[in-house]
């Protein structure tokens, strides 16, 4: 479960004592992978607050409240339990002048299960041969290493004509088997690395049967997951027999 930790400063506290972040950051980041971002904030004489009142936006430089604490920055921590949370959040160098408030995210449909279903949407596109369908699973500036071309594909139009030339090879439909697909997922950015099975059959009547490693970036738009990169890897023959001297 997510969880984020509001970094609160003290105006009337020495914090010259303070031990680094920098440790923290790296153990529960790098070491552990508890941490997925964060970032520090500017003070609160930076800040602007906003209100509209009677369709009129009311615009006041600094804080919407005037305390000797402040938010100073956040973390997102992946936890497995709120307790795992407080525990790290009490290891955080500014618990020991200020004060971490630990907050848990709401349980929205989990994003891995959407960018799975993203991913079933594209086998059955193929399968059909359905464009459309293809195409909608992509975000307009999708950036596409496509195997057929060898080039990079700009935008969801280029994709499409590249999809198209592909499947103008073809006869029938595109069995696409997803053998291995492992996914990450950071708030509104996630990565997947899979290993697809493709099998068709070639206009010329020869059997089509080859797997490709894909790696997939994924960006969250509004209330969905589109693809935005996508490198797909096709296996080659580089005239290298294994045990030769």
Known sequence: MKYMLLVCGDDTVDASGMAPVEPWVEELGVERGVRLHGHRLRLPADAVTVRVRGGEVLRTDGPFAE???????????ECDSLEEAVQAAARHPVATVGA???????????AETEIRRLDA???AAGRERDFDRAMACYAPDVEVFHPVSGLEQSGVDALRKAEEL????????????????????DESVAFSHALVRMRATLVTGEPLDTTARVTTGYRA???????????TSVPFDAGI???RS
Do not use: C, N
């Open 67 to 77: 305390t000797k604490e402040y938010i100073a920055g956040y973390d997102i921590l």
């Open 100 to 110: 971490m408030e630990v907050r848990a995210f709401w349980d929205d449909e989990d």
């Open 221 to 231: 738009a509004g209330d969905r997951w589109q693809i935005v990169h996508q490198h």
């Open 121 to 123: 949407e594209l086998t």
């Open 241 to 243: 027999t294994e045990g």
């Open 166 to 185: 592909w499947f103008s090879t073809l006869s029938g439909p595109v069995e696409r088997e997803v053998l291995d697909f492992r996914v990450r997922v």
